[in-house]
């Protein structure tokens, strides 16, 4: 079974430093998508980044960016100059052998102080 | 509109009960996906619609679960004669292209008492 493992369930930051998030997958298949989801307050869940399994280029979005490491099955999340709007849970999903559900991990809940 | 748009937002309801939950995905989006979230987990594939395909309900729990979806648009999870255990925020989401990532509605919180 595919399963998506993240090994912190609480992270902390201060405001403006930066912070990674861990996840590890599992999957036997060579070409897949891995997303981060942001989940605040308000239970809408929100596509942070997403990554190509075949695309060797680490994905970025403005502060949030990947580190990929295809043979590692490891698949982290770096936040840069941490603000106070990025508190919430970080959510790591795999695409499934379908081609369309996402297996998700437990999640991280990350705290940013002042 | 512009975004999923679920209802009801909390549905506290007695256990035996039905209950009934909208999903409405954004215009022009083909795949519609609902998820359970229980307290403290991840979330929890339930079931997937495509076009007029016929729906994966792979991941339904038990056959007190139905879901359908009209005129390729606006989608109604069911349980039927609810349990405890069904307490969970469902969310629904849809989207272009599978791999495109999700859009997510805000989710149902359902307390089952």
């Known amino acids: 079974a595919q399963t998506v493992t993240q090994s912190q369930p609480e992270m902390s930051v201060q405001e403006a430093e930066t912070v990674t998030l861990s996840c590890t997958y599992d999957?036997?298949?060579?070409?897949?998508?891995l997303f981060w989801y942001k989940q605040p307050p308000s239970r809408q869940m929100i596509l942070v980044i997403r990554?190509?399994?075949?695309?060797?280029q680490n994905a970025t979005e403005n502060r949030f960016s990947v580190n990929f490491q295809k043979a590692a099955k490891s698949f982290s999340l770096k936040i840069s100059d941490s603000q106070l709007g990025d508190a919430a849970m970080y959510f790591c999903?795999?695409?499934?052998?379908?081609?369309?559900?996402?297996?998700f991990g437990k999640g991280t809940s990350l705290l940013v102080t002042p | 509109g512009a975004g999923v748009s679920q209802s009801p937002s909390n549905k506290v309801t007695e256990k035996g009960k039905d209950v009934e939950l909208r999903c409405d995905p954004i215009?022009?989006?083909?795949?519609l996906y609902w998820y359970r979230q229980s307290l403290g987990q991840g979330l929890e594939f339930l079931i997937y619609?495509?076009?007029?395909?016929?729906?994966?309900k792979s991941g339904l729990p038990s056959d007190r679960f139905s879901a359908e979806r009209t005129g390729g648009s606006v989608s109604t999870l069911t349980i039927q004669r609810t349990q405890q255990e069904d307490s969970a925020v469902y969310l629904c989401?849809?989207?272009?292209?599978?791999?495109?990532?999700?859009?997510f509605g805000s989710g149902t919180r359902l307390t089952v008492v």
């Open positions: 989401a849809s989207s272009f292209k599978e791999t495109s990532g999700y859009t």
């Open positions: 999957t036997s298949e060579s070409d897949y998508y």
């Open positions: 990554q190509e399994a075949y695309k060797q």
């Open positions: 999903a795999q695409e499934t052998n379908s081609g369309y559900a996402l297996n």
């Open positions: 215009s022009g989006h083909t795949a």
């Open positions: 619609f495509q076009g007029n395909s016929a729906p994966d």
